[in-house]
């Protein structure tokens, strides 16, 4: 086998691994939740998407790590929250769904999204 054959199939298989990381690498990483869960602001939300059951309060407590103005404020639109969240600190923030569905969350801007979907 001639070395260009070899780089080629090497790119190849560099080529495979990026798409697979690309379309499946990213996928969001859901987390059931009972009762409280910490959600660190750092370049975004983690974890980004959580389940919650309808009915239920839950508390989401919002641990500010990152010091852009961007991420200050955190918005539940649906559930009529603003709220500010100082820096290295947790905010917790009380929720309660009463239907079944996606509530999405944001920077005050609307660049950073997450999302708690509500099951019975
Ligand atoms: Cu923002």
Redesign the pocket.
């Given at each position: 086998m001639s070395v260009d054959k070899i780089a080629v199939g090497i790119g190849g298989v560099a080529a495979l691994l990026f798409i697979a990381w690309f379309f499946f690498g990213k996928r969001q990483t859901v987390v059931a939740v009972e009762s409280r869960v910490r959600i660190t602001v750092d370049g975004g939300y983690t974890p980004e998407a959580i389940t919650i059951k309808r009915g239920r309060t839950v508390r989401l407590e919002f641990l500010r790590k990152d010091a852009?103005?961007?991420?200050e404020?955190v918005v539940l639109p649906e559930l009529g929250v603003r709220r500010h969240l100082a820096l290295n600190e947790t905010t917790p923030i009380d929720i309660t769904a009463d239907r079944v569905g996606e509530f999405a969350f944001?920077?005050?801007?609307?660049?950073?999204h997450g999302k708690i979907i509500v099951v019975e």
């Open positions: 852009s103005s961007c991420l404020e944001s920077c005050g801007m609307n660049m950073y």
